[in-house]
């Protein structure tokens, strides 16, 4: 059956996001490295987010919650005042840091919508990433926006089904492996995945075995003659 559809992932995928948190990571290691070594303070830091992401999901506040709360574990409940006054500089300055398009990314979108319904099927702060897609100026290309606490298979065939004309004639773009390919092949799309310079540990997984579904690509420009010659 023919594609119909085309769901992209957005940071990441369509404009810089971890190369930010990594940055911040590194501003937050120097803020406390009175109180450990710089692995130590990345390690205790990617447990706090993992534990608090049922709680606040993904995105720049729920991050700055977890850079507050692993302050105050490794200064044994009493993080001075100053420590969480940067800390929410920061995550203030994250919410504020310019959006920056990959490269190739304007006029593949552009070619694509000229073909496809386009949907944007993303994770993260609602306010944050609705900020982000307007500053693109890649919002008047989709016909459609989804927000989502999590990307699972009941994900990808409702927004699909919504928005399309089911996940069998859809095909999910992304830079993540855990959240963009496998859950959409298991919900009947195809997927391809778009590798990023840097992952988030949380987003990693091997590739799929043994589908016909599965692409990667090096960069979203090849997206639409992979579509063409691959899903038919």
């Not at 500053?135 to 290309?141: E, H, P, V």
Request: charged share 25%.
């Amino acid at each position: 059956m023919p594609i119909t559809t085309v769901g992209l992932d957005a940071d990441d995928t369509l404009w810089h996001n971890e190369t930010i948190f990594r940055l911040t990571h590194a501003r937050f290691v120097d803020l406390l490295d009175d109180h450990g070594d710089a692995e130590t303070i990345e390690a205790r830091l990617a447990e706090t987010e993992q534990r608090n992401l049922r709680l606040y999901g993904y995105g720049v506040k729920g991050f700055t919650l977890s850079m507050i709360e692993t302050a105050m574990e490794l200064c044994d409940g009493g993080a001075p005042p100053e420590v969480v006054r940067e800390i929410l500089a920061a995550g203030r300055e994250m919410l504020a840091h310019p959006v920056e398009t990959l490269p190739g990314v304007d006029e593949t979108l552009a070619e694509l919508s000229e073909r496809y319904r386009l949907v944007l099927i993303t994770k993260g702060d609602l306010m944050d990433q609705e900020r982000k897609l307007a500053a693109s100026g890649l919002g008047d290309l989709f016909a459609a926006v989804e927000i989502v606490s999590e990307k699972d298979q009941g994900t990808y065939e409702r927004v699909f089904a919504r928005h399309g004309t089911g996940a069998d004639q859809a095909v999910m773009a992304g830079n993540s492996m855990k959240s963009d390919v496998l859950p959409a092949i298991a919900a009947g799309a195809w997927a391809v995945h778009i590798p990023y310079v840097v992952t988030w540990a949380h987003e990693i997984a091997p590739a799929p075995r043994d589908s016909n579904r599965y692409g990667a690509l090096d960069t979203i420009s090849a997206l639409p003659g992979w579509i063409t010659e691959t899903c038919r």
